[in-house]
């Protein structure tokens, strides 16, 4: 069974940063591509930033490019997204996820990602 928890968010002023963790329970971490989404009130949950099993290759959402970066610790089974320059439109439950599949390219696709954490809630607002 995959565990996954993360913690990090909270509110911030535009222009601000934070630092979102997801730690994964087990010895498993390593066989999983990551991901980040994001869900917005009323709106439909987005992808955020994936990265390969061994974090070499990443792949970001245009909104946040720039701005974010995804990185990962298989040493300590943990999955990082550091966020800086917060906007107010990045406000929302941000939730790690992990896709199992063999496949070449990172998915940006939430179907694709069979494990999912809780959330931790972000909030940007002055």
């Known amino acids: 069974q995959v565990q996954l928890v993360e913690s990090g968010g909270g509110l911030v002023q535009p222009g601000g940063s934070l630092r979102l963790s997801c730690a994964h329970s087990?010895?498993?971490?390593?066989?999983?591509?990551m991901g980040w989404f994001r869900q917005a009130p009323g709106k439909e949950r987005e992808f955020v930033a994936a990265?390969?099993?061994?974090?070499?290759?990443?792949s970001y959402a245009d909104s946040v490019k720039g701005r974010f970066t995804i990185s990962r610790d298989n040493d300590k089974n943990t999955l990082y997204l550091q966020m800086n320059s917060l906007k107010p439109e990045d406000t929302a439950v941000y939730s790690c996820?992990?896709?199992?599949?063999?496949?070449?390219?990172?998915?940006?696709?939430?179907?694709?990602?069979?494990?999912w954490g809780q959330g931790t809630q972000v909030t940007v607002s002055s």
């Open positions: 996820a992990a896709d199992p599949t063999l496949a070449a390219s990172l998915s940006t696709t939430s179907t694709t990602y069979v494990y």
């Open positions: 087990g010895r498993t971490f390593g066989r999983f591509r």
């Open positions: 990265t390969s099993r061994i974090g070499g290759t990443t």
